[in-house]
C-alpha cells in the first residue's frame, strides 16, 4: 500500500475558525512527505455572510495574496489553491460568479447548511434534538445530489457529514446513496476521502465505508484530504484513508491542476 501523496482540503485563519499561517500547513506537508498541497479555504457565504464561517467578499483578494506569498516562499513545491463552497440553492450564479473570477486547481462542493441550519456546527448542535434525523439525511442527500448536478465544483466535501455529532439514521438509506452515486457519476465529480471525520465525535472518515463501497461500485472517482484547519492535522490518518479506500475497492486516485484531472494516481 502507498500512502496518497496529495491533500486538497486545508484551510487558513481567513474563514474565522482555523488557526496557522498558510507556511505552517506546507511544513507539515513536508514534514509528513506529501508531494504536494491544496489550499480550499471556506470560500465567500453569499446567502447570509458570517465571519465564523468563511471569508468575506472583501477578503478573498486577500486570500489570494497569501496564496502567492506561500507560494513565492516554496518555489520547489507544489501548492495548489482552491476553495471550499458551499452548495446554496438559489444562489448558483453568485456562486459560479465567485468561484470564475480567479483560476482555481480545485473547487471543493460542500453541504453545511440546510435551510439556513448550520448542522455540524457544534453551537447549532443543539437543534438535532428537535430533528426527525432520516428527514435530515434524505435531506442532506438531495443537496448533495442538487451540488453535484450544478456543475459548479470537482470535488464533493465530507459526504456524509450529517454524521459528524453521532446522529445514525435508522431508516435504510441504501437507495439514497445509490441515487446519489448515479448522479455524482453523471455529474464527473470526485469524492473526498476526508480524514477529519476521525477528529470529530463519528470518529470515522468521510465517507463510512458502507458508503464509498456504494460510490466504487458507481464508477465516482475519489481523492485524499485531511480538511486540515490547524496546520499539525495536514495528511493526519492517512494510513486509515488509504486502507478505507482500498477495503472499498479503490486502487487509484486523482490529482488536479486548473479545475482538471492532472493526472491519476495508484495506492498499490
Ligand atoms: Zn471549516
Ligand atoms: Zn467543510
Known sequence: MKLPKVDYHMHTPLCGHATGEPSAYVEQALRVGL????????????????????????????????????????????????????????????????????????????????????FDDPDERVRWKDKDINRVYRDYYDLLRRSASSGLFDIMGHVDLVKKFGHRATEDLGAEIEHTARVFKDSGVTVEINTSGLRKPANEIYPSLSVLKIYQRAGVPITFSSDAHDPGDVGRDYDKAAELALAAGYREYRVFRARKVERIEGLL
Do not use: C
Request: proline share 8%; aromatic share 14%; no cysteine.
Open 35 to 118: 508531494s504536494e498541497i491544496g489550499f480550499s479555504d471556506h470560500a465567500p457565504l453569499v446567502s447570509h455572510p458570517d465571519p465564523r464561517y468563511t471569508m468575506s467578499m472583501e477578503q478573498l483578494p486577500l486570500y489570494h495574496r497569501m496564496m502567492d506569498e506561500v507560494r513565492g516562499r516554496y518555489p520547489g513545491y507544489t501548492i495548489k489553491v482552491g476553495l471550499e463552497a458551499d452548495y446554496l440553492p438559489g444562489y448558483e450564479d453568485r456562486t459560479r460568479a465567485i468561484l470564475e473570477a480567479y483560476p482555481y486547481d480545485h473547487v471543493i462542493g460542500s453541504i453545511h447548511f440546510i435551510d439556513n441550519w448550520a
